[in-house]
């Protein structure tokens, strides 16, 4: 029987919340009926975990566009960028196994990567977004993203658009490509990213996390999303971030535009969520990557992890030579090991240690290793605009005062 915490009163009309809520967490589910009151959701869920212990647990609202179809306890949700910190939680396994070192040169792995100057670059250097690989010159459409072999071969190709090191900018895309390719062959089994998500995190319930959704899931399970600008928000950039991504020139949009879309929902599409697209396709609950960052967050023993991978995943973001200004997005960014860390315009987490991702739109998860907590959001409602979007801020924020009356 479903637990209904709260009716709330939305411009769209009442929408019911659902979950579980620890005593002395209450604030959150308060936050997250504030967030559908302002007529800011369609449908969300928010999960937390403390030391592998859930004490949010909580969804509500629509998965489909015309508020028909209430968003159910397994209804999962494309959560575009925060797919990285999945990705690169799999390669974190490889390191803890022996498998994979971060200091190696990536041709080292992937002796084709070497080409076009790229034969110095490392592992490490890659998962920062230092190796000027943010974009890719061959545009890349569902077909071409399904040929991992023709794609690998234009990756391994591509001519970096920086000196690798000196600086970093975001790869929105090609990142988990990249990483698609080195887990492929660093692993011993040779499974794919989306195989090693399945082997090894996904097997710790609730599972609900894919890359490369399976055709046995069903489409009811998928929330189906809406995207439309956050203006607002848009505010808090500097103006020569604005002025970039209105550009057509611009590296950003040379990023944000390959692989070209006719609109940015096509994502969360059977023809794209079928893909194993590590950047950007992740299909997931917010329970499971809660929980799963929580296990990481308090170096669980199920992960079978080694305190130095650990001890890497918790290390300050290495800057590059210049400064920590992103060439993409225009604004101080940090990244480590395919995480963001804490920064100015992505400001979460207890301290430094703390790692986890964003997506466009809104969603995010991360762990804090300070607190042991593994925190997730996912939206439908996607509003572009900023990094850190105020929906999840309120949610983390209140999510955090409750830690810290309790603790």
């Given at each position: 029987?479903?637990?209904?915490?709260d009716?709330?009163?939305?411009?769209?009309?009442?929408?019911?919340?659902?979950?579980?809520?620890?005593?002395?967490?209450?604030?959150?589910?308060?936050?997250?009926?504030?967030?559908f009151?302002?007529?800011?959701?369609?449908?969300?869920?928010?999960?937390?975990?403390?030391n592998?212990?859930?004490?949010?647990?909580?969804?509500?609202?629509?998965?489909?566009?015309?508020?028909?179809?209430?968003?159910?306890?397994?209804?999962?949700?494309?959560?575009?960028?925060?797919?990285?910190g999945?990705?690169?939680?799999?390669?974190?396994?490889?390191?803890?196994?022996?498998?994979?070192?971060?200091?190696?040169?990536?041709?080292?792995?992937?002796?084709?990567?070497?080409?076009?100057?790229?034969?110095?670059?490392?592992?490490?250097?890659?998962?920062?977004?230092?190796?000027?690989?943010?974009?890719?010159?061959?545009?890349?459409?569902p077909?071409?993203?399904?040929?991992?072999?023709?794609?690998?071969?234009?990756?391994?190709?591509?001519?970096?658009?920086w000196?690798?090191?000196?600086?970093?900018?975001?790869?929105?895309?090609?990142?988990?490509?990249?990483?698609?390719?080195?887990?492929?062959?660093?692993?011993?089994?040779?499974?794919?990213?989306?195989e090693?998500?399945?082997?090894r995190?996904?097997g710790?319930?609730?599972?609900?996390?894919?890359?490369?959704?399976?055709?046995?899931?069903p489409?009811?399970?998928?929330?189906?999303?809406?995207?439309?600008?956050?203006w607002?928000?848009?505010?808090?950039l500097?103006?020569?971030?604005?002025?970039?991504?209105?550009?057509?020139?611009?590296?950003?949009?040379?990023?944000?535009?390959?692989?070209?879309?006719?609109?940015?929902?096509?994502?969360?599409?059977?023809?794209?969520?079928?893909?194993?697209?590590p950047?950007?396709?992740?299909?997931?609950?917010?329970?499971?990557?809660a929980?799963?960052?929580?296990?990481?967050?308090?170096?669980?023993?199920?992960?079978?992890?080694?305190?130095?991978t650990?001890?890497?995943?918790?290390?300050?973001?290495?800057?590059?030579?210049?400064?920590?200004?992103?060439?993409?997005?225009?604004?101080?960014?940090?990244?480590?090991?395919?995480?963001?860390?804490?920064?100015?315009?992505f400001?979460?987490?207890?301290?430094?240690?703390?790692?986890?991702t964003?997506g466009?739109?809104?969603?995010?998860?991360?762990?804090?290793?300070?607190?042991?907590?593994?925190?997730?959001?996912?939206?439908?409602?996607?509003?572009?605009?900023?990094?850190?979007?105020?929906?999840?801020?309120?949610?983390?924020?209140?999510?955090?005062q409750?830690?810290?009356?309790?603790?």
């Open positions: 029987m479903k637990n209904v915490l009716c709330v009163a939305t411009p769209q009309g009442e929408v019911n919340l659902f979950g579980h809520i620890a005593p002395g967490f209450e604030p959150v589910l308060h936050a997250f009926r504030e967030n009151t302002k007529g800011a959701e369609l449908g969300a869920a928010c999960s937390a975990y403390v592998g212990e859930r004490v949010v647990d909580i969804w509500g609202g629509w998965r489909c566009l015309n508020h028909q179809k209430p968003w159910d306890e397994d209804t999962m949700v494309v959560v575009m960028s925060t797919t990285k999945l990705t690169a939680l799999a390669m974190a396994l490889l390191h803890a196994d022996g498998q994979l070192d971060f200091d190696r040169t990536v041709a080292s792995y992937w002796p084709e990567f070497a080409q076009g100057g790229k034969s110095s670059v490392t592992v490490r250097q890659l998962l920062a977004h230092q190796a000027g690989l943010a974009a890719v010159d061959v545009p890349l459409t077909k071409s993203m399904a040929d991992r072999q023709t794609l690998e071969d234009v990756l391994a190709k591509q001519v970096p658009l000196v690798p090191g000196t600086r970093h900018g975001y790869h929105a895309t090609t990142l988990g490509f990249y990483q698609n390719a080195i887990i492929r062959r660093a692993d011993q089994q040779g499974r794919t990213v989306g090693l998500v399945r082997d995190l996904s710790t319930p609730p599972n609900d996390m894919y890359i490369g959704l399976p055709d046995a899931i489409d009811a399970r998928v929330a189906k999303i809406a995207v439309g600008p956050d607002r928000a848009m505010r808090q500097p103006l020569r971030t604005i002025l970039s991504s209105l550009n057509p020139r611009s590296l950003f949009h040379r990023v944000a535009a390959n692989p070209k879309l006719k609109k940015l929902s096509d994502v969360s599409t059977r023809q794209y969520l079928k893909l194993e697209l950047s950007f396709g992740c299909v997931a609950t917010a329970r499971a990557l929980l799963t960052y929580s296990l990481f967050a308090g170096r669980n023993p199920i992960l079978q992890g080694t305190s130095e650990f001890c890497q995943l918790e290390a300050s973001a290495i800057q590059p030579s210049n400064d920590g200004t992103d060439i993409v997005l225009g604004i101080p960014t940090a990244y480590s090991l395919g995480f963001s860390k804490p920064s100015p315009f400001n979460f987490g207890s301290d430094d240690r703390a790692y986890g964003p466009a739109g809104g969603s995010q998860a991360f762990a804090d290793p300070a607190t042991h907590l593994g925190f997730a959001y996912t939206p439908n409602n996607l509003r572009l605009g900023v990094l850190d979007d105020q929906r999840a801020r309120v949610l983390r924020e209140a999510t955090y409750c830690i810290e009356k309790l603790s």
